[in-house]
């Protein structure tokens, strides 16, 4: 189901009337794609097909390419909606207890896993997107992701384990290429 509901919301948005739907209505579909990728109810789902997270943004990265021509403001309310969840993922993580090699159970509600699923969405929609990235950079989301990166309750090294790296981090590379 999750996969269909941005589908959705791109046909919707082909259509000036269809993103001032999207934009006001009171549901606020974007938010709820986004705070999806934080909650900790949806990280065991979101953990198990990773794809989720890719597919979720390649059709808000649709969404975004069928508004209006010249109409940024629904870039803008994505921009945002991401910016949301990423503070709602360090106020959580404020009160998890710090990182310890020798604990052997997880006490962030799987903190690193919601961070993979927002690091895949966010390569996806900003990678694709001209205009995401830099609206994400002129809001300061490059110290986002350093205050993510740097959150005492998730290992030191999370971002340069070997073999397969976190998500996360590879962020910094695309916010390195520069819009």
């Not at 996806?124 to 205009?131: D, F, H, L, R, Y």
């Not at 990166?149 to 790296?165: A, F, M, R």
């Amino acid at each position: 189901c999750l996969s269909f509901v941005p589908g959705v919301l791109a046909s919707i948005s082909l259509h000036v009337a269809g993103e001032d739907f999207i934009l006001n209505a009171s549901s606020n579909p974007m938010r709820l794609l986004t705070d999806i990728l934080v909650d900790p109810s949806f990280a065991p789902l979101l953990h198990s097909q990773p794809e989720l997270a890719q597919i979720m943004s390649t059709h808000v990265d649709k969404v975004l390419r069928n508004r209006p021509s010249g109409s940024s403001k629904l870039t803008e309310h994505t921009v945002d909606c991401i910016i949301e969840s990423m503070k709602t993922l360090l106020a959580q993580a404020k009160e998890y207890p710090p990182w310890s090699p020798t604990e052997t159970e997880d006490r962030t509600e799987f903190l690193a896993d919601r961070l993979a699923a927002v690091g895949r969405f966010c390569w996806s929609v900003w990678g694709t997107n001209e205009q995401t990235l830099p609206a994400f950079l002129e809001r300061d989301g490059l110290s986002l992701i350093r205050q993510l990166h740097e959150l005492p309750c998730l290992p030191y090294h999370l971002c340069s384990l070997e073999g397969q790296p976190h998500p996360l981090g590879s962020l910094f590379n695309l916010q390195a290429a520069g819009p």
